[in-house]
């Protein structure tokens, strides 16, 4: 689970390359999937590469990768997705049981416990979920509870257009829809059916809450409490946050190592350089100057693998109301015409990524390609008659923001060059200090013009590509997007019982995304992690992330 809903943080670039630089080659072989070696001992510390949060550690308000990869260390769900293939099963829930699939019924497994030492029951969800779900308690993922009956009545609809909850009290704190049977029974009643919500409940935001979150939401942001199979143990600001095992874990989803650190990095070329030394054990990271000619597999022989995973990187446009230079949809249909992608992946990600044709990952069921058409095909003459048609571009220069402190440098000013050279326009590449405050700066509605936005899955459903992003009022709907037609084609799916039938209204409404364009689909993801000579069973998640289940010290 990522992401997702968590925006990812990460994408490599070569520090220096530029689009049409000469051709660097690439090798053909597939890498693995995992370190060869097995087993490993039990105990020790390990370090991995993590970088800042954006927000504190509360699970509901948590959706990006920095923060993301800590609380899926730290907490334990209803459901836990499969690492290799991202399958959902059973954690803290025994069942989860439905007939019609609006109305259902989960059962928790007894003895679960949090780090504080509290029994996690059935109120640990629900409390957790209304607090998500509640709207004057801001959280970013509290859209995940929509389905949920009683959504709208939590809701702040206030006069003031930037702060709805200003002056405004919702009619109700508490969801109609959960209802707490006993200690270890509780019931969810969705306002329409939802085929996919046993799904979607191994996602961070719907982690249970202890009682003593309640008490005081921001002192638990800086040292977060959950259920999983390790514990938090220390933030240090900028620098590492340390995680320990948890003696009293009593799931099946544990670790064999006594202590993480995430070493924060403000700079992947420096983890990457560390891990070559030894100075840290894993870096799911490896920047573009080491995929050149697969650099990477001589750095580090048998310390490297890589995997196809469930991440797009897109571009997104401000909302119209932020910048309206790109409020035209044949504004942006020339200029994802105007970028080339088979070259930029080529000179810069040596192959190792796919051109995106869409919206929605190959790894989920209900993928279908070419769903952005031509507007996803290179073609600087057919961009240019686009970009003539709109009325040319009267906003002097373009830019694309992206945070400064991964490897996007490269990437995003070849796709400017591309631009510039189809378009003939200027379009530059615009640095902000790091992810933080760029996300942030997105959130406040303050970035303009265009800015590299990712997606990796929080759970494997198409629907998790297309409903937190785009639709009306969705979490990490960052353009405003919105479209009443895509919209109703949404629900419409969510209601289906078939899998067959609820994918093809998906797919019907990632089809229309083609025709407002409301971020640019550039290409589907392949995760290369790289590791010390330490450690062993070093393996990548269906998510892009590491599997704490099977990492070791040899």
């Known amino acids: 689970m990522r992401g997702t809903t968590r925006t990812v943080t990460m994408v490599a670039g070569v520090a220096s390359v530029a689009l049409l630089a000469a051709a660097c080659g690439g090798g053909s072989d597939n890498p693995g999937t995992s370190s060869s070696a097995s087993g490993g001992k039990t105990g020790g510390t ?18 990006e990768t920095c923060g993301g990869n800590v609380l899926d260390a730290i907490t334990a769900k209803l459901v836990h997705y499969n690492p290799e293939t991202a399958a959902p099963e059973n954690d803290i829930a025994d069942k989860i049981e439905s007939t019609d699939n609006q109305n259902f019924t989960i059962t928790l497994k007894k003895g679960y416990k949090f780090h504080d030492g509290t029994e996690v029951k ?66 969810v009643k969705t306002t329409e059916k939802v085929s996919n919500l046993p799904v979607r409940l191994g996602y961070s935001a719907f982690s249970p809450l202890p009682d003593s979150f309640f008490n005081d939401p921001k002192a638990f942001g800086e040292k977060p409490i959950g259920a ?49 030394a030894n100075n840290l054990d894993v870096t799911d990271e490896v920047p573009s100057s080491a ?70 990952s190959p790894v989920v069921d209900g993928y279908k390609a070419n769903q952005c058409g031509e507007w996803c095909t290179f073609d600087a003459a057919k961009a240019k008659a686009k970009l003539d048609e709109a009325g040319g571009f009267k906003g002097g220069k373009m830019t694309i923001a992206y945070n400064a402190d991964a490897s996007h440098k490269a990437w995003v000013e070849a796709t400017c060059n591309s631009i510039k050279g189809a378009l003939g326009v200027d379009c ?125 010290l040899k």
């Open 46 to 63: 390990v370090t991995v590469r993590g970088c800042n949060p954006q927000n504190p550690l509360i699970p509901s308000n948590t959706t």
């Open 122 to 187: 059935s109120k640990n969800f629900v409390d957790a979920w209304n607090y998500a779900a509640y709207g004057p308690n801001a959280q970013s993922s509290g859209y995940f509870m929509e389905p949920i009956e009683g959504y709208g009545d939590l809701q702040c609809a206030g006069k003031d257009s930037e702060d709805p909850c200003k002056g405004y009290t919702p009619k109700a704190k508490k969801l109609t829809g959960l209802v707490v049977k006993d200690d270890y029974t509780f019931t």
């Open 428 to 552: 530059v590449a615009t640095p902000v200090v790091d992810f933080s405050t760029f996300r942030a700066n997105i959130a406040a509605r303050k970035q303009k013009g265009m800015f590299r936005t990712g997606w990796q899955m929080d759970y494997p459903s198409i629907e998790n590509f297309l409903a937190p992003i785009f639709k009306t009022g969705a979490s990490s709907n960052d353009g405003d997007y919105s479209n009443p037609e895509f919209d109703k084609l949404l629900n419409e799916a969510a209601a289906q019982t078939d899998a067959a039938q609820a994918n093809a209204k998906y797919q019907q409404a990632e089809a229309l995304l083609a025709n407002d364009m409301p971020a640019i689909p550039m290409w589907y993801s392949t995760a290369t992690f790289g590791w010390s000579d330490k450690v062993t069973g070093v393996k990548i998640t269906a998510f892009g992330t590491i599997d704490f289940s099977s990492l070791a």
């Open 291 to 360: 995929m050149i000619d697969d650099k990477y597999k001589q750095d580090l022989p048998d310390r490297n693998a890589q995997k196809a995973v469930g991440v797009i990187q897109t571009i997104t446009f401000a909302p119209s109301k932020v910048d309206p230079n790109y409020a035209d949809p044949k504004i942006r249909q020339a200029i994802s015409m105007a970028i080339d992608r088979p070259t930029i992946i080529k000179q810069i990600f040596n192959n190792t990524r796919q051109p995106a044709t869409g919206w929605v």
């Open 228 to 276: 999983g199979p390790y514990k938090f143990d220390s933030w240090t600001k900028n620098t590492e946050i340390k995680l320990s095992k948890f003696a009293d874990y009593s799931g099946k989803f544990g670790g064999k190592l006594d202590n993480i650190t995430f070493k924060i990095y403000q700079d992947a070329d420096a983890a990457y350089t560390d891990v070559q």
